[in-house]
């Protein structure tokens, strides 16, 4: 008794002595770690949700790489899930599925699709950089679909998981469970250095300003291509345990809608943070899991509950705890800030707009240069608001498209 | 005799019909304050722009250091020892004052593709970064994000992060642009400091400011050089007089 409450004190004291930063990692960890122990007592169906949040937790945070450090809102992430799937499952149906084979060869297929594609999809940015991956992520789909041998639109069934050192050790839900933590754990701690490292100071740096980088002699081109190629092999690491954990991989994987619910993630837990895309990506199934009891209509509910909490929680999940954390955060200034950042976004738009009208008007009036160099400003300016408009969009346009395809699903079987 | 550090050989550059830059040739020799003026519109910007790489000329030569750098991007030609400031500020700002000039250090010390070592304790290039930052005297603002500096301290910023760069030519393009009067003493008296010690192109508005701080002017009109030379020799050339500092100058 006395000993319990000694190691509750000495746990308390730890927990006084943790950062801001290490409580969250704790507070995120420890109760996933202790989720299979749960599952004992209400069932092991939480130790396969629990194993899929933390995949899509890897796949959501690559991609919060790109989107939160770099700069780069990729529309394509999904194909990565689907590469290093197919990678591990073809070579699983040839026999050869083996952790020292499969888990490179996931891992090398999408740094090298990643190299690929990036290669022309880097070089441009904002709306351009997202349509561009958005047809290479579709590219791949069908792709996949056109592979008759390997199941082609039905997918294709792995014999079995992967084998780990000659044995069916990952058959073990429990032990799977642990790798699927551990990669997690791993690719966090990996991307927190990454951010921190010189490497990620000047992926941070182009993205606050690129001319200044430029200045004094950073080429965003081949940072920003390294950035892509990091965040896609990361993410094949999640489709190789996505697809070892059904056994199971199929088109579906890459689909632009999975790309779409991947930035979901990331922007409902919050972009600027490392935690933020895996409580994203734990909320997001909690909801579909939980709506989907409530309700066969689920996806009306879940589809504009997203976009506003997208559209009006600033900064995503992590960014109310952060104005919690500085003690900004009651209703009323919640609602005072999700009105001005309405208002800031339409103002901006408007702003536009009225330049745009101006330029028009004036186009013909203005020595040549001059209309040159407002076009220019104008563009750029546009450009910045793209960026924003552009998540918004790609979430509005998400849900709307979700909410119509089920509503038309249920019709036409009625 | 001194050598040329920046020459430039008959440079053009059109917008279209216009003709920015009308073959420009000028020297900028080590060690000097060189200062372009000119009224509006006279291609200031532009001619800075192809100086620093973020524009190509259509014709001409430029040649930095002995070599000729017409064709290389922007950072290229930071990497050789040119550093500019911008006329709009040009700042990262939710980077630290000390980040915004460790990174120019960075940028010439060694390579940036490091992946796991914590930057921001690499304690060589903060103290680099510190002395840069004391030269221009805003150490006491390092650990603030830039983005929270006033208007005048993210100008000094900015020449901090020229001079990170242990640059061998500064460009500065309106130092002075949106400062308030005690803002421009602090900074003429701050590039007056540098003065001797770089080689510096200056482009300003401000006459004070330049006739303090230039060994040489260029009077730049209609993207043409009208005339060069010490301050008080421009300040009587007649055609300088009729074409831009008028009757009252």
């Known amino acids: 008794m006395l000993a319990s409450v000694r190691i509750a004190g000495l746990a308390a004291a730890q927990w006084q002595a943790l950062a801001f930063e290490e409580r969250l990692a704790t507070g995120l960890f420890l109760p996933l770690a202790l989720l299979p122990v749960a599952a004992q007592v209400l069932g092991g169906y939480l130790l396969v949700i629990g194993e899929r949040a933390m995949i899509l937790g890897i796949a959501a945070l690559s991609l919060q790489f790109l989107i939160g450090v770099a700069g780069l809102i990729s529309f394509g992430h999904a194909a990565f899930l689907g590469i290093g799937a197919y990678a591990a499952g073809i070579l699983a149906s040839h026999g050869y599925g083996t952790l020292a084979l499969a888990l490179p060869a996931a891992i090398l297929s999408c740094a090298l699709f990643a190299l690929l594609t990036g290669s022309i999809a880097v070089r441009t940015r904002g709306v351009y950089f997202i349509m561009i991956t958005l047809a290479f992520g579709q590219m791949a789909f069908f792709v996949a679909t056109s592979l008759a041998p390997y199941g082609g639109d039905d997918g294709l069934t792995w014999p079995s998981r992967t084998l780990a050192f000659g044995t069916r050790v990952l058959k073990t839900e429990t032990v799977f469970y642990y790798v699927a933590l551990a990669s997690l754990g791993g690719v966090y701690v990996l991307m927190g250095r990454l951010v921190g490292s010189r490497f990620g100071r000047v992926l941070r740096g182009l993205t606050d300003n690129e001319r200044r980088m430029e200045a004094i002699g950073f080429a965003p081109y081949p940072y920003r291509l390294a950035a892509y190629v990091m965040a896609g092999a990361t993410c094949g690491l999640a489709g190789f345990l996505l697809g070892n954990e059904v056994e199971f991989v199929s088109p579906a994987y890459m689909h632009w809608q999975r790309s779409g619910e991947l930035i979901l993630m990331v922007l409902l837990g919050g972009s600027g943070t490392r935690y933020g895309p895996i409580v994203g990506a734990i909320v997001y199934l909690l909801l579909e899991e939980s709506l989907a009891r409530f309700t066969e209509h689920w ?94 969009v790609v979430s509005l346009v998400l849900s709307v498209e979700r909410s119509i395809s089920t509503a038309i699903a249920r019709w036409r079987r009625r | 005799m001194t050598k040329a550090v920046l020459r430039l050989n008959g440079i053009e550059r059109s917008f279209a019909a216009l003709k920015v830059t009308d073959c420009l040739s000028l020297d900028v020799l080590e060690g000097e304050t060189h200062a372009i003026i000119g009224p509006n519109g006279a291609g200031k910007t532009t001619l800075i722009h192809q100086i620093s790489g973020a524009l190509a000329p259509d014709a001409g030569r430029i040649h930095f250091d002995g070599r000729d750098v017409t064709d290389l991007p922007m950072p290229a030609r930071a990497h050789l020892g040119l550093a500019r400031t911008f006329q709009k500020t040009h700042v990262l700002p939710s980077f630290t004052v000390l980040e915004n000039v460790a990174l120019a250090v960075q940028a010439r010390a060694g390579s940036s593709f490091r992946f796991w070592r914590a930057a921001a304790a690499e304690a060589q290039l903060n103290a680099a970064a510190m002395a840069a930052l004391a030269t221009v005297g805003i150490s006491q603002r390092a650990p603030i994000r830039a983005g929270a500096l006033s208007h005048g301290e993210k100008r000094l910023l900015e020449v901090a992060i020229a001079l990170a760069q242990a640059p061998k030519l500064l460009l500065l393009d309106e130092p002075m642009a949106g400062a308030g009067a005690q803002e421009t003493h602090r900074l003429v008296e701050t590039l007056g400091g540098l003065k001797g010690r770089y080689t510096i192109v200056l482009v300003e508005h401000d006459m004070q400011a330049v006739f303090a701080l230039a060994d040489r002017v260029s009077v730049l009109v209609e993207g043409r050089i009208i005339a060069t030379g010490t301050p008080q020799a421009v300040r009587d050339d007649a055609a300088v007089r009729a074409a831009y500092l008028g009757d009252a100058a």
Not at chain 1, 356 to 365: K, P, Y
Request: hydrophobic share 50%.
């Open chain 1, 299 to 392: 996806k009306v509910i879940l589809g504009p509950l997203l976009v506003v909490l997208v559209l009006f929680g600033r900064g995503g999940i992590a960014g109310i705890v952060e104005r919690w954390r500085l003690g900004e955060l009651s209703l009323v200034t919640l609602w005072a800030a999700s009105t001005t950042a309405a208002r800031t976004q339409r103002e901006r738009v408007m702003r536009g707009l009225r330049r745009a009208e101006a330029m028009g008007a004036g186009v013909l009036d203005r020595t040549i240069p001059r209309a040159k160099a407002s076009a220019a400003a104008f563009a750029a300016r546009w450009r910045q608001c793209t960026m924003s408009v552009g998540e918004a």
